[in-house]
């Protein structure tokens, strides 16, 4: 998959913050996109995403869906939504939340079947599906708990109501995908940085 420049991972950000506003505070869906959003070939590319929403530093909701056709952009704005209200393992984030909430956007590549040996941690993210029953766990997942190709296998089961080995059935379908992943506070400290003037000093070591 391709990176997206700075400017547009901020028009995703910045549609995800006013899609999460506008359902916290008014309950209400994002209908009306900016036309050079709405019709930008980056953003109207159809994509999978998952939008993340942290509450100083501690999750606070995750909404996402895989690739399907859908715009970029759409998926974005409907994730956000759903990722502040419909998350079943929270309560429904409050207004006087919002200026705590730090938004992470991961874009996915389609899913492509792999072997355990093939799964790279830090890179994929995976998906088993097994009779109907699908578990889904992005690549950061791996990395903040440190674990390797077998424990994400097993966990990514659980995460589908499979029995935890049911990655080594033949019947079991294991998938991995990539994502580009940022935050909003990952985009501003950059803007920060740059913002800094030089001091004309160099140092050498």
């Known amino acids: 998959m391709s990176s997206l420049p700075n400017p547009k991972k901020c028009a995703l950000l910045e549609v ?6 506008l ?5 209400e869906f994002l209908e009306n996109l900016p036309p050079d959003q709405e ?3 980056d953003l109207a590319q159809p994509a999978g995403a998952f939008v993340t929403l942290r509450s100083r530093g501690r999750l606070r909701g995750c909404i996402g869906q895989l690739p399907s056709g859908i715009p970029l952009i759409v998926v974005v704005a409907y994730c956000a939504r759903a990722a502040a209200l419909e998350d079943p393992r929270f309560d429904p984030v409050r207004p006087e939340e919002l200026a705590e909430i730090d938004i992470e956007i991961s874009v996915l590549s389609n899913p492509e079947d792999v072997t355990p040996e093939q799964i790279e941690i830090g890179r994929h993210g995976l998906v088993v599906s097994k009779a109907g029953q699908r ?3 992005l690549p950061q997942v791996a990395v903040q708990f440190g674990w390797d190709a077998k424990r994400f296998l097993e966990e990514t089961c659980v995460k589908g109501g499979l029995d935890r080995n049911a ?7 294991v998938q991995a995908f990539a994502a580009e992943i940022f935050t909003e506070s990952m985009l501003a400290q950059g ?5 800094v003037p030089e001091s004309g000093y160099s140092s050498s070591t």
């Open 39 to 41: 019709h930008d070939e």
């Open 16 to 21: 995800a913050r006013r899609a999460l506003k």
């Open 23 to 27: 359902a916290v505070e008014r309950g």
């Open 191 to 195: 803007a920060a940085s740059k913002a």
């Open 135 to 137: 578990g889904l766990l």
């Open 167 to 173: 990655w080594t059935e033949s019947s079991t379908r």
